[in-house]
Each structure stands twice: as structure tokens, then as C-alpha cells.
């Protein structure tokens, strides 16, 4: 059965709370911070309202803590969907009666929809206010709201789960003896056993979940409880059946080297934000290290170093391509290098070197945040080969570069026209923040930081795609993609300073390029006269 369960997260089953049981729950539990701040908020007699994506664990978390009979005395309200909105007030208003407590669940458009009549209870108006001023104070607006004295809001869509910690101790639950496939005579040798096998070591383990944190701080985008288990669960299984794993106990079907977690992962075929984030952004086979790449391609194991599993006895990549098997020897060497990764001493040094060329907000000091990101945003569009030739206002500040075509071309074909720069002074960088009374409840800040306009408000996110593409901007010169976020910000911008950016009669200047860092066509200026205007 628990084979059954670990494999079943896969396909999202088993991290739906409603379709476990208790004992289930207990086996996959992973204890995080946020648990005792809902406990210390009861004990202080506040409400607590739990919201978030679904897959975030807001009712596997309320369930659990009841179960262990943490949440005594309160009345808990696992699904605010689940009932009419009335029945729902009536309950809350029930509970502040009888001076108990009230847990709730509920998915963020519901709660605002169930907000705005309890706004208008006499009873309840003073919690409905607190709870809409936490909704709306999110870690991404870098602003604090007012500290509750009645409703504490725990928004889990905030919550971090890329830890490594956290990752780590997931992956150790599921990988004890107790969930081992039975597949007869060789359940010890199945590649899901070896894999738990591999994962109980602690080098191993961690650098897996280095390697998961990775891939997903890379990606830039919340990461739920349930995308988490998916990723492991494919990792350790592959996504193969106990029927399945017999077969491949009898045909080998993995060949001499087996699947390892991030072969599972690197598949094509897997599903999952997550796991497709480790197959783009954390996959040890796709990053350069040449004298390790070298080693493996000619001997079949680093240059130096010990294996932490058994050795693997498999033919060289250069002997399979000398004999013609060209495929063949490009598979074997990326099988090798992420076991490399996970299961040689070498591999710590192979990580290591992945995170280090990772791009991270947080590892830039603010002030060069936002140096980089102007920069980088102005070189998107102006190479470093035309600014030599731009005029000074096309060289300082932003450019707010709009692209006009009738075609259906993608927007690096299209030609651009600026007519002003927006100067640097007007644009700050905002860092996520989080309310002082929630602590370490919701895991480290997540990896991203705001360039924001201070007169029009107008924000673009700084996560590490968007950092690392803005860094290949200012550090290459041939044809880079347009990020759709950079387009729609400089486009936002420019509507902005069009209805209200300062016009005084005069010279302007225009210039147009054929295409994002194409050439710089014309530069020139309009000559604004009260009866029209004229190029000079």
C-alpha cells in the first residue's frame, strides 16, 4: 500500500487531503513552522483563516493539527465552498457567541466573495476588514499590513516550500523500508528500491533536494505542496507500477546503469511545473564541466573520488560512439553525469557549481539590482554596437521602446519607435517583505525582487528567468528573445507617460530601430508648434 501511495502523489491522488486517510496523512506529514503559528494564534484567542492555491495543503494542515488534537476547543471549517455563505457567517458569529475559536479553509476568490457580507455583520465587520487587509497586503507589494487583533490571515499561496530542508525531510519520508515495492524475489532490486536506497544516504538526499530547489527557484513561480510531492514521487519511481517494476526486474529494461531520480525527472514525458523546471533549469547533464565531461566520456567515472553507491559497471560513452552508437553514447554520458550528481563524492562540487551559476536577486545588492535590470531592459533593445552611435538620451535612463506592426510578427521582428527615456531617478527596486508577526511561518522570501516606477506604479518582477535573461542582455550582442513581462512593462509604461508625461511645446526627439537590437534607423526630432508639428 504504501508503494501505491507514494506513487499515486505522482498523479496528485494522495495530496488531495480529502482522498487520504488518517493514516496516510501521517506517513507523508512534513512539519513546517507554519503548524505552530496556527496553534500559538488559538492559544492568544484570534480566528484563523487559511487561504491559498488549491494543492497548497490548507486542508491537509487543518486536518493534521486536528487529528493530533492540536486545534481542541475550535471549530473548524475545512471548505468554505463547501457550504452556503450564510451557514458559513452563521457559524463564525456561533463560535465569537460561545468564545470559541473559528478555523476556516478557503480558496481566495470565495473568501472575498464571503468578505464582503461579513463586512456587513455588525459582528463580524471588524474581523472581515482585518482579513481584507491582509489579502490584499501580499509578500509581492513590499508592503506590511496593519497587525490583526481579532483574524489572522495565513495566505499558504505565500508560503515557501523550496527549502532544502524541508525538500529533504519529503524525500526521507518516502523512502524507509516501508514503502519498498513488493515485486517478488528482487523488490531490493528494482530501480524504485534502489533509488531508496540510494536517497536514505544523506549526501545524496540533500543534494537532491539542492538540486529540486534549484529547478524551482530557476523557474520563478510558486511551487505548491502538491507540485513538491509530484516531483519526488517521479523522481523515486519513475512513474512505474509495481506491474511494471516486475518487468523490469526480468528484462532489464533500464539497461546496466539503471534510471536515477533525475533520469526519472529528465524524462520528456513527465509532467509537473516542477519537474519540468528540473528537466530546463537543474539537469547536472546539461551544465558544462569539462574535465569531469571529459573523464566520464572516455573512462566512465570522474577523474578522481569515491562512489557513495555501488560502481556502476556500464560500457564508456567514447567506446559505444566509436562502435557507431552515437545516441546511444550521448545517453549513457547524461545518465553518468547525474548519477555523478546525486551519488559521487564529486558530485557536491558539480552542484555546487549549478547553484553558484544560478542567477539569484537576493545575491545582488539592491543598488546593482537596479542597475542591472535598467541596463539590461535598454541592451534588450539597443546593442552594444548602436549605442555607440545613439544619441545621449537613448543612452541613459529607459527607453520606453513600443513596437508597431499590422503583422502577425513576433515582437523581436517588429520594428520599434521610443520618444522618450524615462530617467533612472524615477525607478526603485522593491524587495518582498513579510508581516513581522508571522515569523518564519511561511519559509524563506522567495527569490524575486520589483523594478517599480514611482509615478505610475507600474512594477516588473525581477525573478532569477528574468534576471538571467536581463544579465545576457548586457553581456552578449547577437539576437535575444524579448521577455513578455519586459514588452508589456515598457508598453504599460509608455501608455502612462502618454497621457501624463510632461509635452511642452518645442523639439522632441524619435528614433526607430528595425527590430530589438537591429539597427538604429533614424534619429531625429518633431518640432511641436501650437498649429502642429514638424520633423526637423
Avoid at 7 to 26: G, I
Avoid at 203 to 229: N, S
Avoid at 296 to 303: E, K, M, Q, V, Y
Avoid at 437 to 456: C, K, N, T
Wanted: glycine residues 6%; charged residues 30%.
Amino acid at each position: 500500500m504504501s508503494y501505491d501511495l507514494l506513487l499515486s502523489l505522482y498523479y496528485a491522488d494522495a495530496s488531495n487531503a480529502d482522498l487520504t486517510t488518517q493514516e496516510e496523512r501521517e506517513l507523508l506529514h512534513v512539519r513546517t513552522p507554519v503548524e505552530g503559528r496556527i496553534t500559538a494564534a488559538i492559544r492568544d484567542g484570534f480566528d484563523v483563516v487559511l487561504t491559498g492555491n488549491p494543492g497548497d495543503g490548507k486542508s491537509h494542515l487543518v486536518r493534521t493539527l486536528g487529528e493530533r488534537g492540536d486545534l481542541v476547543g475550535a471549530e473548524v471549517l475545512l471548505d468554505l465552498s463547501a457550504i452556503p455563505t450564510g451557514d458559513a457567517i452563521a457559524r463564525w458569529k456561533a463560535c465569537r457567541a460561545a468564545k470559541r475559536r473559528f478555523v476556516m479553509c478557503a480558496n481566495e476568490g470565495p473568501l472575498r466573495s464571503f468578505n464582503e457580507v461579513a463586512s456587513a455583520d455588525e459582528a463580524l465587520n471588524a474581523s472581515a476588514w482585518e482579513l481584507r487587509q491582509q489579502l490584499a497586503h501580499r509578500v509581492e507589494s513590499g508592503e506590511v499590513p496593519t497587525r490583526p487583533a481579532r483574524a489572522l490571515l495565513i495566505n499558504l499561496a505565500d508560503r515557501n516550500v523550496l527549502s532544502e530542508p524541508l525538500i529533504a525531510d519529503a524525500v526521507a519520508r518516502v523512502c524507509r523500508d516501508a514503502f519498498v515495492p513488493d515485486v517478488g524475489v528482487f523488490s531490493a532490486e528494482c530501480s524504485a528500491a534502489r533509488n531508496m536506497l540510494l536517497l536514505q544516504q544523506d549526501a545524496p538526499r540533500r543534494r537532491f533536494a539542492q538540486l529540486l530547489a534549484l529547478a524551482g527557484t530557476r523557474r520563478g513561480e510558486h511551487v505548491t505542496f502538491r507540485r513538491l510531492w509530484q516531483a519526488i514521487s517521479l523522481g523515486v519511481t519513475g512513474g512505474r507500477t509495481v506491474a511494471k517494476l516486475k518487468d523490469e526486474s526480468k528484462n532489464d529494461a533500464d539497461g546496466p546503469l539503471g534510471a536515477s531520480p533525475i533520469d526519472n525527472l529528465a524524462r520528456r514525458a513527465g509532467r509537473g511545473v516542477l519537474v519540468e523546471a528540473v528537466r530546463r533549469f537543474a539537469d547536472p547533464a546539461c551544465f558544462t564541466d569539462p574535465d569531469l565531461d571529459e573523464s566520464l566520456w572516455h573512462t566512465g567515472a570522474p577523474p578522481s573520488g569515491e562512489w557513495l553507491c555501488e560502481e556502476p559497471s556500464a560500457e564508456h560513452p567514447a567506446t559505444m560512439w566509436a562502435m557507431g552508437r552515437r545516441d546511444d553514447a550521448i545517453d549513457q554520458l547524461k545518465r553518468l553525469k547525474r548519477l555523478v550528481a546525486l551519488a559521487h563524492e564529486r558530485g557536491d562540487e558539480l552542484v555546487r557549481a549549478m547553484t553558484r551559476a544560478t542567477a539569484r536577486p537576493s545575491a545582488v545588492e539592491p543598488r546593482a539590482l537596479l542597475d542591472v535590470s535598467l541596463r539590461g531592459i535598454r541592451r534588450l533593445y539597443l546593442s552594444q554596437r548602436e549605442d555607440a552611435n545613439a544619441p545621449e538620451w537613448l543612452r541613459s535612463g529607459l527607453p520606453l521602446w513600443v513596437g508597431f506592426s499590422y503583422e502577425q510578427a513576433p515582437v523581436e521582428e517588429r520594428p520599434h519607435v521610443a520618444v522618450v527615456s524615462l530617467p533612472e531617478d524615477e525607478f526603485e527596486l522593491v524587495q518582498p517583505t513579510r508581516p513581522e508577526w508571522l515569523g518564519d511561518a511561511l519559509g524563506p522570501l522567495p527569490e524575486r525582487a520589483w523594478l517599480r516606477h514611482r509615478r505610475s506604479s507600474t512594477l516588473l518582477r525581477i525573478d532569477p528567468e528574468m534576471l538571467a535573461a536581463l544579465k545576457a542582455a548586457t553581456e552578449s550582442s547577437g539576437p535575444l528573445p524579448i521577455p513578455e513581462p519586459v514588452h508589456r512593462f515598457l508598453a504599460q509604461l509608455a501608455g502612462w507617460d502618454e497621457l501624463h508625461g510632461e509635452r511642452p511645446l518645442g523639439d522632441e526627439a524619435f528614433a526607430v530601430l528595425s527590430r530589438p537590437r537591429g539597427e538604429l534607423e533614424v534619429d531625429g526630432r518633431v518640432r511641436l508648434r501650437v498649429e502642429g508639428a514638424s520633423y526637423v
